[in-house]
């Protein structure tokens, strides 16, 4: 029960985040709010001086073990996978495995991708979200959490730099990126 609220409350603020600018275009015109304007252009997320200065965090996907191999241009897996990694469900792909970490050294002409860009776009939604709810504002690695929707993972402070890739390892695991070397758009509910 307690996993399907946790779940239900990942989808709902991603769908919220979605949703958030409430922006519509109607003929060159946008509306946000009450309010129409001509050629609006980008929406910027504000900032929250302690945790999310510029905005929307912008965490990467290029780290050098968020990999996952693919068969090259003969169509076929030629690698063999290492330590944990696993082959997918469908046999095209080699993933990380339960570690986050790409062990295999790709093989014949197999190519290694970075893979890991569902878990780090809602990484960057929640830690967001947990920004601008966070009820008294400090500053990244005083310890002090008093909105728990991004989670100490090891690093001293849900929101000091370190703690990122920990909160995109573990939204990996939970949409089977890992496992399955992509991540599904269902899985990210």
Not at 34 to 48: A, C, F, I, R, V
Not at 101 to 121: I, R
Not at 145 to 153: A, E, G, I, S
Request: aromatic share 10%; proline share 7%; charged share 20%.
């Amino acid at each position: 029960m307690k996993h399907m609220l946790e779940k239900s409350m990942v989808l709902m603020l991603v769908l919220t985040l979605t949703f958030t600018a409430y922006t519509s275009t109607i003929g060159g015109q946008q509306t946000i709010g009450d309010k129409k304007t001509e050629n609006l252009g980008w929406y910027y997320k504000p900032s929250y001086s302690d945790y999310s200065p510029s905005g929307m965090p912008d965490f990467s996907q290029i780290q050098d073990q968020w990999k996952v191999i693919f068969p090259g241009n003969n169509g076929i897996l030629d690698s063999t996978p290492s330590n944990d990694d696993v082959v997918s469900s469908d046999g095209l792909r080699i993933a990380p495995g339960p570690d986050c970490h790409l062990d295999t050294t790709p093989s014949g002409d197999d190519v290694a991708k970075f893979n890991f860009c569902g878990p780090v776009v809602v990484a960057n939604c929640l830690w967001w979200f947990d920004s601008k709810y966070e009820y008294e504002p400090g500053q990244p690695g005083n310890g002090e959490d008093t909105f728990p929707l991004v989670k100490d993972y090891g690093a001293g402070d849900d929101h000091t730099s370190s703690n990122a890739p920990l909160l995109i390892e573990k939204l990996a695991k939970a949409m089977g990126t890992c496992s399955e070397g992509t991540t599904y758009i269902e899985s990210m509910q």
